[in-house]
């Protein structure tokens, strides 16, 4: 007789059919192996003459032991006469979108919903699903029951978000107001939600199939910003003339850092002193996007970050103590305006940084890698490469400098040379 535990759980491997452990201590009580390696625990059972199964849950959302309590539960209430399966498939018949969506949140909430890097969705990210869902999937499929939609809703759904079929003007708070917009990149985002919500409701048995898979997007219209030597050194007087009126000298500052290490606007603007790597040239990130690492820096942007007054945990504080810079968006307006660049913005920068490093020869792997970007395997790629992507990142930083301050650019050392 053997006892389901977790280590007998995660030790058994999957085969080409469904493995089945039965515990030897609670009759009818055991986990399905699944042939991708999905692990479920269940109870089985007979009633009117036919076996009945019931999912408690997914091995890792819930313990072998908290199973094991569960199934007593439901085995008991299958004595007493109910079928625990039947109710549930009733269940499971009724609920609404609306409701599939809060369950999700409730989910997500308890760090049971993973985002990128297989880590808890931040809670930055859930802000804009809660908005996503709020002013799209609910009015619009809100009341739809889930196991009645379809690939063809799917789609409906999607034209009507892009058509603007759910954009709203609205009061939120005492002063707040909600301005809800559709469009392309709107519905083509929220239908990716759409789609990992309708995982979740898989995932909890409520359906069997996701109905986002094989609904054609339009692609993702991605900028190519690529700024002149000129429209640089003009960008470089307007953060010189921020700082020097000092209107906004800690937002010129940091978008000067912007530019030359295409981050993220969050991870410059969250920038712990702690994080900045002078000795190994790099920022060591500790909640980036795509999780913690390292990002390689350039001198120049070192160099300017040495001459940065430290006086908060934060790089760029705010007036309060140990809070980060928030007046971006006001200078940012000043900035581009002073330099005749209406259309930047503060992410246009990292699309820039971008088209430097590729006028200067860099492959797209090397890009992604010093813009920080972890898909195809990029970070795992270069763990040995981590002289020559710092080398890559002074190219690049010291090339920005130079169309900043319409300075020349010395020659690189051999090493730079080969990197590029």
Known sequence: ?????????????????????????????????????????????????????????????????????????????????????????LDHASITMSKLCDLYLEAADKGTILGKGNRPKRPSTLYVDRGRIAHHIKPLLGSRKVKDLGRTDVKRFMDDVSTGKSKADMKTKRRGRAIVAGGAGTARRTVGLLGGILTYAIDIGIRTDN???????????????????????????????????????????????????GCRRGEIEKLKWTEVNFEGASFDFDNSKEGE?????????????????????????????????????????????????????????????????????????TIAALLGHRSGGVTRGYVHLDKLLVDAAGRVAAQIEAYMTAASVADTSATERTAA
């Open 293 to 365: 690492g390292r990002r390689p820096v350039g001198k120049a942007a070192l160099e300017h970050l040495k001459n940065t007054p430290r006086t908060d945990d934060f790089v760029f504080p705010s007036g309060k103590v140990n809070h980060p810079y928030s007046q971006l968006p006001r200078a940012w307006k000043q900035f581009r305006s002073a330099a005749e660049l209406p259309w930047l913005t503060p992410h246009g920068l990292r699309h820039a940084y971008a088209s430097v490093a590729g006028e200067l020869g860099y492959n797209e792997l």
């Open 1 to 89: 007789m053997i006892k389901l535990t977790k280590r007998l759980v995660e030790a058994t491997k999957p085969a080409a059919s469904d493995v089945f452990l039965w515990d030897g201590d609670v009759t009818g009580f055991g986990c399905r192996i699944y042939p991708s390696g999905k692990r479920a625990y269940l109870i089985q059972y007979r009633k009117r003459g036919r076996t009945r199964r019931y999912v408690i849950g997914l091995h890792g959302r819930i313990t072998a032991e908290e199973a094991r309590v569960q199934a007593k539960i439901l085995l008991g209430r299958v004595v007493a006469g109910e079928d625990v399966a039947e109710l549930r498939s």
């Open 211 to 261: 109905p986002v898979h094989g609904v054609r997007r339009s692609a993702d219209n991605r900028r190519h910003v690529r700024l002149t030597a000129q429209q640089y050194r003009a960008l470089g007087r307007a953060f010189i003339e921020g700082s020097v009126a000092r209107a906004f000298p800690t937002a010129a500052n940091l978008c000067r850092v912007l530019a030359l290490t």
